[in-house]
């Protein structure tokens, strides 16, 4: 969901990488108060300046400081502190998978807790900030992890070995046990007392891969499968604290409506209704529970002011930036001198224009956040997604200092990038309503999925213009493309350190830079700002560009009369790992082999978040002309494979998460308004339309790499350009239900 | 006052008659394993059953429930519904989890009703349950390993 270029990355005045030299100078701390288990704590290297007023010290309660990844009480639990977020993409496995590594921990002796709200402890050392997205936390962890786990076990070996007084050469571990020569054995908690009044080594030896037991096996299973099996998980719509009071919030009906007033007698006449208060977000109707609620925001009389309601419409964004791509002025990207002598002498040329929906997260949680202000302080119990953008708003918002406020992070009920943003908008939300209600009960402001679709904080809508010029031979020539949309940077803390010359990174990313050798290139962007607010949306801007570029890539070879892999593949200099994947998916799909009548495959490739996915999709069309997805290849390179099983399961996520905004997604804006606002009209993907997917991973011995992202950018184009064989429509404007097929 | 079944228990709840069971058992109960996706019983996350088949509750008013037995996730304790959770365990069909309830218990009353669907049969039974993660492959898997487990 974000991505920072290196300069927005923790300082390292010496090293530009975070996880290789620069963990050889971070020292291990001691956690100091640990007399009763061992804690380990790795002291991270100081965080931007910017950050720093999100720092807040957590007071250690009971026998543990938090300041640490593992904690092992003596009763043999090993507790691990999960610095990041889990929506579902199995980082909490991950992350535990790493750390019982080298740890040598049972896996069933695991358990695992979210991190309290401290950037020195807990950044992400690729974001530079506590916060997950990016598909950065296996990246960013993997050295970490490793290096804390090994230490761990480090200390319980010496301890051992002070106990026994044998050598520690002599000492193994295995599942949880510490084992010494004669049969002498001891638990990890039998050894945690022991091992906390130990020095902590400075330089600990991790495992060679090839003695992993953990990483990499398929049978390591997901931590939380069984309790969101058996409705027993807590998220945050399930927390529950003495009297808890429940708010639903009257929003502006447009973007950029406010709010000339209201008259809420009805409302408080509502049995359950407590409170009726007006917040920077609307009307707040605060009841008992959420139908009392519900009931009382219905009965609000609400004035609105629509005068600056904007944008007018999709449609007209729409002829607005196809005008901005035609004038060809935008912020240079990439510009080759030699461009417009090579598209002059162009033999002819392919032009296409390309359109894309804003598009909503749509997570099947609702936003919401409970806010409790009592004796003092904030307390919030949410999916703090980015903890240091939440812990600074949710203070500015109470007007208390950072130390006075207190995250509880919970598992979310899915994200794709919404629950990280800028405004930290629900959780700011609950804190204005707690605030304002003036009582010291907690609340929770819950959004219904119309408050959730209407909200903003969009994928942007963007118009790609492509101009291709051809040689004699229908060989590439010159390369002209035009973006426009909205910056999705330039609202948020991080435009500074994204923002070159007017060129957000992110809404070129995979147009430029990219692992193909464009010829002549001249790339701009336009980057138009507009009332609703734009953010990341699982894969930012690969969601857009991955379509322009395979699709166009396609028509290339197809005009070429070339193979479409082969196209690729003459189109790629020393870019093994891209040409691994794209060549493992066209092998396993049988991509050789013709397939019967009425079907079509398509292939498309992209690297993003530094992982490779090539996908081959096999399309049919249903009797009544809709596009049918029966079968997806899926080939991924993602570096070192930590969990095997949860890659897998990204990648059929991945899939399915495109296909709903390939047929489907589109948040349409008519009269300032978005027009969608539930499942019914922002259809996403269900069971029946569910492509069989098979995922091959490369294997690979590379630093690991995200997959939460990269499998969705591929899925679209390879079943367009399957369409595209299917039908010979190729389409340019999304989703696919504006277009009717038909067999070719 | 509006007396009906959960989970075997008679429970009376002093709510008003139109207030969505989803909100009786979530509010009220305290029953929080029935989830809020979307009030318009479009995505199955409040997925109950009322005498042993699916009802959407955001949808159902707590009145037309009166006098019967409502089952929900906390509630489960079949055979089928055993077979049903340990293959979800098994396959690691969880993603987030949010709408895995309700994945949970339709897939449950479909197995009581069809002890072995065809692809098609599941593809009809759970498309009334969005997955936003998608996971709808590891959830016709675990219907089929369900029902292979409990037909052996």
Redesign the interface.
């Known amino acids: 969901m974000i991505s920072l270029p290196p300069e927005a990355r923790p300082a390292e005045p010496t090293s530009p990488s975070p996880t290789a030299a620069a963990l050889t100078r971070r020292g291990f701390l001691k956690s100091a108060g640990a007399a009763a288990g061992l804690v380990i704590a790795l002291q991270l290297p100081l965080m931007r300046k910017a950050y720093a007023g999100a720092d807040v010290g957590e007071v250690p309660t009971g026998d543990f400081a938090p300041n640490a990844f593992i904690r092992i009480a003596p009763d043999n639990r090993v507790i691990f502190v999960i610095k990041h977020f889990?929506?579902?993409?199995?980082v909490t496995t991950g992350l535990a998978t790493i750390l019982a590594e080298e740890l040598d921990a049972d896996w069933s002796q695991i358990e695992t807790e979210y991190a309290p709200a401290n950037v020195k402890l807990y950044a992400n050392t690729e974001l530079g900030a506590q916060g997950t997205g990016g598909s950065t936390s296996m990246a960013n962890s993997w050295m970490q992890m490793r290096r804390a786990g090994a230490t761990g076990r480090a200390m319980l070996v010496a301890a051992a070995a002070q106990r026994w007084q044998v050598p520690a050469a002599k000492i193994t571990v295995r599942s949880g046990v510490v084992h010494g020569p004669g049969g002498r054995h001891a638990t990890f908690g039998e050894l945690a007392e022991a091992a906390a009044q130990l020095p902590v080594p400075v330089d600990v030896t991790l495992k060679n891969p090839k003695d992993f037991v953990l990483v990499g096996k398929t049978s390591v299973?997901?931590l939380?499968?069984?309790?969101?099996?058996?409705?027993?998980?807590?998220?945050t719509?399930?927390v529950?604290l003495p009297g808890l009071l429940?708010a639903v919030i009257a929003q502006p009906p447009a973007f950029g409506a406010t709010l000339r007033h209201f008259d809420a007698t009805a409302a408080k006449k509502v049995?359950g209704v407590t409170d009726v208060v007006e917040v920077a977000e609307g009307v707040a109707v605060v009841a008992?529970?959420?139908?009392a609620a519900l009931?009382g925001r219905r009965a609000l009389k609400l004035d609105w002011n629509l005068d600056a309601a904007g944008p007018a419409s999709s449609a007209a964004l729409y002829d607005h930036y196809r005008a901005l791509a035609a004038k060809g002025d935008g912020a240079p990207v990439q510009i080759d001198p030699q461009h417009k002598t090579a598209m002059a002498s162009a033999a002819s040329t392919l032009e296409a224009s390309y359109e894309f929906p804003y598009l909503a997260h749509?997570?099947?949680?609702?936003m919401n956040c409970v806010a409790w202000l009592h004796d003092g302080m904030l307390e919030t119990w949410g999916a703090h997604q980015f903890p240091t953008f939440d812990h600074a708003n949710a203070a500015k918002a109470a007007g208390l200092t950072p130390d006075k406020v207190k995250l509880h992070t919970l598992?979310?009920?899915?994200?794709?990038g919404r629950r990280a943003n800028n405004w930290s908008d629900f959780t700011v939300a609950a804190v204005n309503v707690a605030k304002a209600i003036g009582r010291p009960v907690p609340v929770r402001v819950?959004w219904?999925?119309e408050d959730d679709m209407r909200a903003g904080l969009y994928r942007p809508l963007y118009v790609h213009q492509v101009k291709v010029g051809l040689d004699a031979k229908q060989r590439p020539a010159a390369w002209q493309h035009a973006v426009v949309g909205q910056s999705i940077m330039a609202p948020t803390a991080m435009a500074a350190a994204l923002i070159k010359n007017g060129v957000d990174s992110t809404s070129v990313e995979g147009v430029w830079p990219t692992p193909y050798t464009l010829p002549a290139p001249e790339i701009t962007l336009h980057s138009p700002s507009q009332a609703v607010r734009p953010l990341w949306w699982r894969s930012v801007g690969n969601t857009h560009t991955a379509y322009v570029m395979e699709t166009m890539m396609d028509e290339l070879a197809e005009r070429a009369g070339a193979d479409p892999v082969a196209f690729r593949l003459a189109h790629l200099q020393d870019q093994p790992r891209f040409a691994g994947v794209l060549k493992l998916a066209a092998e396993k799909a049988g991509w050789e082999t013709p397939l019967p009548k009425g079907k079509a495959r398509g292939i498309a490739v992209h690297y993003s978040f530094e992982t490779y996915v090539a996908q081959v999709a096999e399309v049919s069309l249903t009797a009544d002309g809709q596009p049918k997805v029966e079968r997806v290849v899926v080939a991924v390179d993602c570096g070192t494979a930590i969990n095997p099983?949860?890659i897998v399961?990204q990648m059929?996520?991945g899939?399915?998460?495109a296909?709903?905004a390939l047929f489907y997604g589109e948040i349409d804006i008519e009269n300032g308004r978005p027009r969608q606002g539930?499942?019914?009209d922002y259809r996403?993907?269900?069971?029946?339309e569910?492509p069989?997917?098979e995922v091959h991973i490369m294997p690979s011995g590379e630093a690991p790499t995200g997959v939460g992202e990269p499998g969705v950018p591929p899925t679209a184009p390879a079943v367009a350009n399957a369409l595209a064989r299917l039908t010979g429509q190729r389409i340019r404007r999304l989703p696919l239900s504006r277009t009717s097929f038909k067999t070719a | 006052m509006i007396e009906f079944k959960v989970n075997g228990e008679t429970r009376k709840v002093d709510?008003?008659p139109q207030?969505?069971l989803l909100?009786v058992l979530?509010?009220?109960l305290?029953l929080?394993?029935?989830?809020?996706?979307?009030?318009?019983a479009?995505?199955g996350?409040c997925t109950v059953h009322l005498e042993g088949r699916s009802l959407r509750s955001c949808s159902a008013p707590v009145a037309a429930v009166a006098g019967q037995n409502v089952t929900?996730?906390?509630g489960?304790g079949s055979k089928t519904a055993k077979a049903v959770?340990q293959a979800?365990?098994a396959l690691?069909?969880?993603?987030?989890?949010?709408?895995?309830?309700g994945q949970?218990m339709s897939a449950v009353a479909l197995l009581d009703q069809n002890p072995r669907p065809s692809d098609e049969d599941?593809?009809?039974a759970?498309?009334?349950?969005?997955?936003?993660?998608?996971?709808?492959?590891?959830?016709?898997a675990a219907i089929h390993a369900a029902s292979d487990a409990l037909s052996a």
């Open positions: 889990e929506m579902g993409q199995g299973r997901r939380d499968s069984a309790a969101k099996s058996t409705g027993t998980e807590t998220y719509i399930d529950k429940t049995a008992t529970g959420m139908w009931q749509a997570a099947m949680e609702p598992m979310s009920g899915g994200s794709f819950q219904t999925r099983d949860q399961a059929e996520g899939v399915g998460f296909l709903a539930n499942y019914n996403v993907l269900r069971m029946n569910m069989r997917v | 709510a008003d207030t969505p909100w979530r509010d009220e305290g929080t394993g029935t989830k809020y996706g979307c009030g318009i479009q995505c996350a929900t996730i906390e489960l959770q979800w365990i690691d069909v969880v993603q987030c989890g949010y709408c895995q309830s949970v599941i593809d009809l759970m498309s009334g349950n969005i997955c936003r993660c998608a996971t709808y492959q590891r959830i016709r």
